[in-house]
């Protein structure tokens, strides 16, 4: 077993190559020509669902970040397909926190240098044309008052997140607004777990 860069998760080269063995498999495109190898059978792990898969890629997403307080990912998708993607930083050709440090807001406390994971996500899709009525948010952690209006405006309708912001009053504002609020305590972790309690057991 090893470990990522920062320490907390561990990583198996199996699982990996478990997974892409699986749906790298060719299958006969003649009737009665399925060998025994190749014959249906249950998957050695449950699929996420969608709110999970989506919410795990808003986890990588946050990896992109460069702000020192916190990092964030946005994921917003229509009929289950992802349309947008932010998260939290500078603009292009600012500076940005990793580089310059953050700039930090005396009476709020957040960082004024960044724009907000959600905000980049709801802007691309804006600058690029795609409406955004009836679609869902994903987002690690909760909106902030101000990205709450965004989203509110914007005519997204659901909104799930991960973990919640210092700040709660938000969540009960969308809610407030007819928004779909979800708590989805399942991200990127539990996916990784439940796989090792259900597939390969050689690296546990």
Do not use: W
């Not at 999970?52 to 990092?71: D, K, N, P």
């Not at 994921?75 to 603009?91: E, H, L, W």
């Not at 795609?130 to 869902?136: D, R």
């Not at 997204?156 to 607004?177: G, P, T, W």
């Amino acid at each position: 077993m090893s470990e990522t860069n920062n320490g907390s998760q561990p990583v198996c080269p199996d699982v990996f190559k478990t997974l892409i063995t699986h749906h790298t498999q060719l299958r006969s495109v003649f009737p009665g020509e399925t060998t025994g190898a190749l014959a249906p059978r249950p998957l050695p792990f449950n699929r996420p669902s969608f709110d999970q898969m989506y919410m795990a890629i808003a986890e990588i997403v946050a990896l992109r970040s460069t702000c020192l307080r916190g990092q964030v990912g946005a994921v917003i998708t229509k009929d289950t397909r992802v349309v947008s993607i932010g998260y939290n930083g500078a603009p292009s050709k600012i500076g940005q926190c990793d580089q310059y440090g953050c700039i930090v807001d005396s009476e709020k406390g957040g960082c004024i240098r960044t724009i907000h994971a959600e905000q980049n996500a709801i802007a691309y899709a804006s600058r690029v044309g795609i409406p955004l009525e009836n679609a869902t948010l994903y987002v690690t952690i909760s909106p902030c008052i101000d990205c709450a209006k965004l989203i509110i405006a914007s005519g997204i309708k659901r909104l799930v997140y991960l973990q919640e912001y210092r700040n709660s009053y938000a969540l009960e504002y969308l809610r407030l607004s007819g928004l779909e609020v979800e708590h989805l305590n399942y991200g990127l972790n539990a996916i990784y777990n439940e796989y090792y309690s259900q597939g390969t057991s050689e690296c546990r």
